[in-house]
């Protein structure tokens, strides 16, 4: 089937945002319902199957598109990206939808278009092609995972969106986002960001040598062991004294954690079930009693504190503990918080023998009222659930995390911090200090909103000066690049002919447009952006900016919808005069800066 695609980088002459199109022949006829969910289940896997929706509201075309669509656009969770699709004349359609990684939503409308004209088709018999097409959707699959944003990342760009600062994929498939442009942007790796040292991030990764640090800076840390053997792991055991922890040295959520052990059979097990994981390095390290907490420091500032509790179920008195757990999988599944949706209870040999050490079976049916654990580990990722805390916690414990975040250079980090009561100094209590984690997960909207609060400022965007020219010359270019320069900032000056970055050339002037201006925004020294643009490329491309702050046209006239796109889409638009560049909108724009 013919399908042409064409990406806007920008807002466009058909919808005003950055977006894929798809032009494509519809299929002759208008098979039954029945047919399209029948050739969906040759090809679907039951997760996206459950995405589509089935039945459709009509056996269209152009619905069956748009339902694929959105299923590949969407492998993560929504995410809040607009998909259209239209009927065009002369038996064709058109789909339309907006993007961060460019590359991945064509790959999705392209496997969206293949997979619906098989479903117009398959009545006629393709088992062969049936085969093929599910193979590629797996591989395709794998892709959009990897380039589509993660629930953590989904809810940084929604709080971006909302504030009004623009995101784009660093390098496609990285899980690292630059937010606002150029001197103004922030990487962020969910809620890690490049303010982050390097030092500080190879301390975290290893449970010892964090410790040894908080221990060190006069803090309460916990005693244990390096256990290279078994043997070792009962002696330190032993040394210690039960209960005990058993733990990969590296590593994170909760894999490979034995909590509470107080004997030699469950060490031995614990032992062997945390080597596989640690690479010949396991801690034994004392049971500390209490609440397990996170304290989370963003931007050297304390921001907020859950208490975890380990996963558990609580009877009715009507359904087994099996049914009780996919009860809760399903009230999971429905929950805001992205971390927690995303997790999925499973009865493992870990969890039966959790149970088993209380005395039940899966098959059991709890009085009402009785609760009984799954895991004994409160890890999110493996199940925990969340309170929050924030307003209880003692000042000198809120002291303790930022001095730890401050000293082990951490622009964020999560301290997993055991204590029987949040509201009383560290001093005061039996506690300590287990783990410290260089990239703290967050479980809700307003946490997002938090993490950028804190790297943006309340009236920021993140957005550098940015100047359009349209139709304009080489000259006039150069000019208002200069009345930046001259305020102080490097310039990210582009057109047709050249690229350059304070003055140093950077890409071949045949480059595209959005591909000359994304180098400039992604630089960190690019202080102010100018792009010389015709009317032919901003039609081609689209605008290459979602926003600007100063649009100036040339003297030829514009088309009305080329001119009103602009309009829409500038803070300020001016007509180049015929004494030259407007000097004091160049100048203005610079020192609002």
């Known amino acids: 089937m013919r399908a042409d695609l064409t990406v806007f980088d920008g807002p466009n002459l058909l919808v005003p945002y950055a977006a894929v199109a798809v032009e494509a022949d519809r299929p002759a006829g208008m098979p039954p319902q029945e047919a399209h969910a029948r050739a969906l289940r040759q090809l679907l896997p039951p997760e996206l199957l459950r995405r589509v929706r089935l039945p459709l509201p009509d056996a269209g075309f152009e619905t069956l598109l748009g339902a694929l669509a959105r299923c590949l656009h969407e492998l993560h969770g929504d995410n809040g990206l607009p998909i259209t699709v239209e009927r065009q004349g002369h038996g064709s359609c058109r789909i339309i939808a907006a993007y961060l990684d460019p ?18 088709t398959e009545p006629v018999g393709q088992r062969r092609k049936a085969g093929q097409l599910a193979g590629r959707l797996q591989l395709v699959a794998d892709q959009l995972h990897a380039r589509q944003p993660d629930p953590l990342a989904r809810a940084l760009i929604a709080a971006a969106r909302r504030r009004g600062i623009p995101v784009t994929p660093v390098s496609p498939g990285s899980r690292v986002w630059l937010y606002g442009q150029g001197s103004s942007g922030v990487h962020l790796f969910e809620a890690a960001s490049h303010f982050d040292a390097f030092t500080g991030s190879r301390l975290a990764r290893n449970k010892v040598l964090a410790n040894q640090l908080v221990t060190r800076l006069g803090f309460p840390g916990v005693r244990h062991g390096t256990a290279p053997s078994a043997e070792e792991a009962r002696r330190i055991a032993r040394e210690i004294g039960f209960p005990v922890v058993v733990k990969p040295a590296a590593g994170g959520k909760g894999a490979g954690v034995t909590v509470h052990i107080t004997d030699d059979a469950t060490l031995l097990a614990a032992f062997a079930g945390a080597q596989k994981l640690a690479m010949g390095e396991v801690l034994v390290e004392r049971h500390v009693a209490g609440d397990d907490h996170r304290l989370v420091v963003i931007g050297g500032q304390f921001a907020w504190a859950v208490r975890r509790a380990p996963p558990q ?56 009222g009785t609760t009984v654990l799954l895991l004994r580990i409160a890890n999110i990722s493996r199940g925990g659930t969340l309170a929050d805390c924030t307003a209880s916690v003692h000042p000198e414990v809120r002291d303790m995390a930022e001095a730890i975040a401050r000293s082990i250079h951490l622009d964020a980090i999560g301290i997993d911090f055991m204590t029987p009561d949040i509201t009383r100094s560290w001093r005061e209590v039996d506690c300590a200090v287990l783990e410290v984690n260089s990239t703290p997960g967050f479980s809700s909207d307003a946490r997002a909103k938090l993490i950028l609060e804190r790297r943006f400022p309340a009236d920021g965007d ?30 990210g000056c582009t057109d047709g002919e050249h690229t350059t970055l304070a003055g140093q050339p950077r890409m071949p002037g045949a480059a595209a447009l959005p591909a000359r201006v994304t180098a400039l925004l992604l630089d960190a020294a690019c202080d102010a952006l100018v792009i010389g643009a015709t009317a032919a490329e901003i039609e081609q491309h689209g605008l290459p900016l979602d926003r600007c702050h100063l649009a100036l046209l040339g003297a030829a006239p514009l088309a009305p919808p080329l001119e009103a796109l602009i309009a829409a889409h500038a803070n300020e638009v001016q007509c180049l005069p015929a004494s030259g560049v407007p000097v004091a909108a160049v100048v203005a724009l610079a020192q609002r800066r």
């Open 103 to 120: 590359a991945a939503t064509s790959l999705a409308l392209h496997v969206a278009v293949d997979l619906a004209a098989f479903c117009f």
């Open 462 to 491: 993140g957005r550098v000066p940015s100047v359009v020219l349209i139709g304009a010359g080489a000259g006039e270019l150069a000019v208002v690049a200069q009345l930046l320069e001259r305020e102080g900032l490097r310039v």
């Open 313 to 368: 179920l609580t009877g009715d008195g009507e359904h087994s503990i099996q049914q009780l757990l996919e009860i809760e999988n399903s009230r999971r599944a429905a929950l805001p918080a992205a971390a927690i949706a995303a997790t999925k209870l499973t009865l493992d040999d870990e969890v039966r023998g959790v149970l088993a050490a209380q005395g039940v079976k899966p098959d059991d049916r709890l009085p009402l």
